[in-house]
Protein backbone atom coordinates (compact mmCIF):
# COMPACT_ATOMS: atom_id res chain seq x y z
CA UNK A 1 0.00 0.00 0.00
CA UNK A 2 1.73 3.63 -1.42
CA UNK A 3 0.51 6.52 0.59
CA UNK A 4 1.11 10.07 0.28
CA UNK A 5 1.58 12.03 3.01
CA UNK A 6 2.06 16.13 2.53
CA UNK A 7 2.78 18.49 5.39
CA UNK A 8 4.16 21.92 5.69
CA UNK A 9 1.18 24.56 4.93
CA UNK A 10 -0.35 26.34 7.36
CA UNK A 11 -2.10 30.10 7.34
CA UNK A 12 0.76 33.11 6.73
CA UNK A 13 1.05 36.50 5.89
CA UNK A 14 1.68 37.87 2.34
CA UNK A 15 5.60 37.93 1.94
CA UNK A 16 6.52 34.91 3.87
CA UNK A 17 7.71 31.31 3.06
CA UNK A 18 6.45 28.01 3.24
CA UNK A 19 7.97 24.38 3.10
CA UNK A 20 5.79 22.25 1.51
CA UNK A 21 6.88 18.22 2.07
CA UNK A 22 5.62 15.44 0.58
CA UNK A 23 6.53 11.58 2.09
CA UNK A 24 6.09 8.98 0.21
CA UNK A 25 6.01 5.48 1.63
CA UNK A 26 5.23 1.46 1.17
CA UNK A 27 6.58 -1.49 -1.20
CA UNK A 28 8.00 1.23 -3.29
CA UNK A 29 10.19 0.25 -6.52
CA UNK A 30 11.09 3.35 -7.99
CA UNK A 31 9.87 6.86 -8.22
CA UNK A 32 9.17 7.73 -12.42
CA UNK A 33 8.42 11.89 -11.08
CA UNK A 34 6.53 13.31 -8.40
CA UNK A 35 4.61 17.03 -8.75
CA UNK A 36 2.58 19.56 -6.44
CA UNK A 37 -0.81 20.77 -8.11
CA UNK A 38 -2.83 22.98 -6.12
CA UNK A 39 -6.85 23.71 -5.84
CA UNK A 40 -8.11 26.90 -5.06
CA UNK A 41 -11.96 27.82 -3.88
CA UNK A 42 -14.33 27.49 -7.23
CA UNK A 43 -11.18 26.50 -9.42
CA UNK A 44 -10.14 23.56 -11.34
CA UNK A 45 -6.74 21.64 -9.73
CA UNK A 46 -3.52 22.66 -11.65
CA UNK A 47 -0.05 21.76 -11.99
CA UNK A 48 2.45 23.90 -10.30
CA UNK A 49 5.92 21.95 -10.32
CA UNK A 50 6.99 19.08 -11.44
CA UNK A 51 10.73 17.04 -10.98
CA UNK A 52 11.28 14.25 -12.63
CA UNK A 53 12.98 10.90 -12.37
CA UNK A 54 16.63 12.66 -13.51
CA UNK A 55 15.93 15.88 -11.59
CA UNK A 56 14.21 17.93 -14.78
CA UNK A 57 12.22 20.84 -13.21
CA UNK A 58 9.12 22.39 -14.87
CA UNK A 59 7.08 25.16 -13.52
CA UNK A 60 3.74 26.55 -14.12
CA UNK A 61 4.30 30.19 -15.38
CA UNK A 62 2.39 32.12 -12.10
CA UNK A 63 4.87 30.31 -10.19
CA UNK A 64 8.32 30.46 -11.87
CA UNK A 65 10.56 32.60 -9.56
CA UNK A 66 8.51 31.87 -6.33
CA UNK A 67 8.17 28.31 -6.14
CA UNK A 68 11.26 25.57 -5.96
CA UNK A 69 10.54 21.88 -6.32
CA UNK A 70 13.74 19.34 -4.96
CA UNK A 71 13.44 16.34 -3.76
CA UNK A 72 15.67 13.42 -1.61
CA UNK A 73 15.33 10.36 -3.48
CA UNK A 74 16.84 8.47 -0.84
CA UNK A 75 13.85 9.16 1.38
CA UNK A 76 11.47 9.40 -1.76
CA UNK A 77 10.64 13.01 -0.28
CA UNK A 78 9.77 15.82 -2.52
CA UNK A 79 9.57 19.43 -1.12
CA UNK A 80 8.10 22.44 -2.10
CA UNK A 81 9.92 26.18 -1.06
CA UNK A 82 7.36 28.79 -1.60
CA UNK A 83 8.80 32.69 -1.55
CA UNK A 84 6.93 35.42 -1.61
CA UNK A 85 3.38 33.88 -0.54
CA UNK A 86 0.52 36.18 -2.36
CA UNK A 87 -2.93 36.07 -1.10
CA UNK A 88 -3.70 34.30 -5.18
CA UNK A 89 -1.37 30.82 -3.74
CA UNK A 90 -4.42 30.32 -1.13
CA UNK A 91 -5.14 26.36 -1.91
CA UNK A 92 -4.91 22.57 -1.10
CA UNK A 93 -1.42 21.91 -2.84
CA UNK A 94 -1.61 18.33 -2.98
CA UNK A 95 1.31 16.05 -3.88
CA UNK A 96 1.40 13.86 -7.25
CA UNK A 97 3.28 10.68 -7.58
CA UNK A 98 3.94 8.24 -10.37
CA UNK A 99 5.47 5.02 -8.87
CA UNK A 100 6.45 1.48 -9.83
CA UNK A 101 5.56 -0.85 -7.56
CA UNK A 102 6.31 -4.71 -8.19
CA UNK A 103 2.62 -5.68 -7.27
CA UNK A 104 1.29 -3.07 -9.25
CA UNK A 105 3.47 -1.70 -11.74
CA UNK A 106 3.56 2.05 -12.33
CA UNK A 107 0.21 3.52 -11.03
CA UNK A 108 -0.33 7.59 -10.12
CA UNK A 109 -0.82 8.54 -6.44
CA UNK A 110 -2.33 11.85 -5.02
CA UNK A 111 -1.84 12.80 -1.32
CA UNK A 112 -4.61 13.99 1.05
CA UNK A 113 -3.21 17.95 0.59
CA UNK A 114 -2.03 20.22 3.09
CA UNK A 115 -4.30 23.96 2.69
CA UNK A 116 -1.62 27.11 2.51
CA UNK A 117 -3.86 30.20 3.17
CA UNK A 118 -2.45 33.63 2.52
CA UNK A 119 -3.70 36.61 4.06
CA UNK A 120 -2.98 40.41 2.51
Known amino acids: QVQLVESGGGLVQAGDSLRLSCVASGNIFSVNGMDWYRQAPGKQRELVAR???????NYAGSVKGRFTISRDTAKNTVYLQIDSLEPEDTAVYYC??????????????WGQGTQVTVSS
Open 51 to 57: ITQDGST
Open 96 to 109: HADLYTLSMGYMHY
